[in-house]
């Protein structure tokens, strides 16, 4: 297939702020969450047990990345998949007052993960396509401080606002909850409207022509990818590593609780 090179946009404008919004979901769904469930009453064990497995979404990201470079573009897919987590949120934040919440909360963020992890491959791709090796050498650091910016806004600012709502302001945990929950729904969907005009589309790859086609080389990437040397140990080694992640991310904040 060949590819089309993504016109230049001043790095500035757009990389901090992706790799922002990459940091707000994968810190909801991996840290602020739990720390949401235990404030809300439920266990240790009844947390970890149903958010535990939900962390694998980023790591199953090879199995689908080739399809979207199959269908539009890039930049579709961040702000698609910003203005669906946008969404998932709020059904989140209105779920809380209800009896089954807990139920209705843990399936929405199976979906977020997936739809972060679907925006992580497609600003990952954006960046790659667009900048050359040396502005990618150059923004590699800015990145992690902003993903790690956003990550902070969601584990600090957000989890803050639901203790602020509810020790000054009174509210009941579902309530200030609720409303932190919506904050960072705001926060997402104004930074989808902010990459509609500013985030570069990347490079397009020419597409298969029909359906048929598209299975076919979906398939192809997937027989490729476990024809790599080796390629059951390091998807071993990856288990390993993200298993002993897991318990550090997902029940260390309940430990300091």
Known sequence: MSTRA?????????????????????????WVAGTMFKDLGHSDGEITLATASIGIAWSLKPFW????????????????????????LIVIALALPLPN??????AVLWVLAFASSTQDICVDGVYITTLDAEKQAEFIGVQGVFWNIGRLFATAAIVWSA??????????????????????????????????FML?????TDRPHSFGAVVRTFLETW???????????????????????????????????
């Not at 993504?6 to 940091?23: D, H, I, T």
């Not at 919506?182 to 409207?193: C, E, F, N, P």
């Not at 570069?200 to 397009?204: E, F, H, L, R, Y």
């Open 6 to 30: 993504a016109p230049y946009r001043n790095p500035w404008l757009w990389v901090p702020s992706s790799y922002f919004a990459e940091g707000i979901p994968f810190a909801l769904v991996i």
């Open 65 to 88: 990345a080739a399809f979207l470079d199959m269908y539009r573009t890039k930049k579709f897919f961040v702000l698609a998949m910003e203005v669906l987590m946008s969404a998932l």
């Open 101 to 106: 919440y807990f139920q209705i909360a843990i």
């Open 163 to 196: 203790g602020f709502f509810e020790s000054r302001r009174g509210l009941a945990p579902s309530a200030a909850w609720g409303w932190a929950i919506g904050l960072s729904a705001a926060t997402l969907a104004i930074l989808a409207i902010y990459h509609k």
């Open 200 to 204: 570069p589309t990347g490079s397009i």
């Open 223 to 257: 027989v490729d990818f476990f024809r790599k040397e080796k390629i059951f140990g390091m998807l071993l080694f990856v288990f390993l590593f993200r298993t002993g992640e897991g318990l550090l991310l997902i029940e260390g904040p309940l430990f300091l609780q």
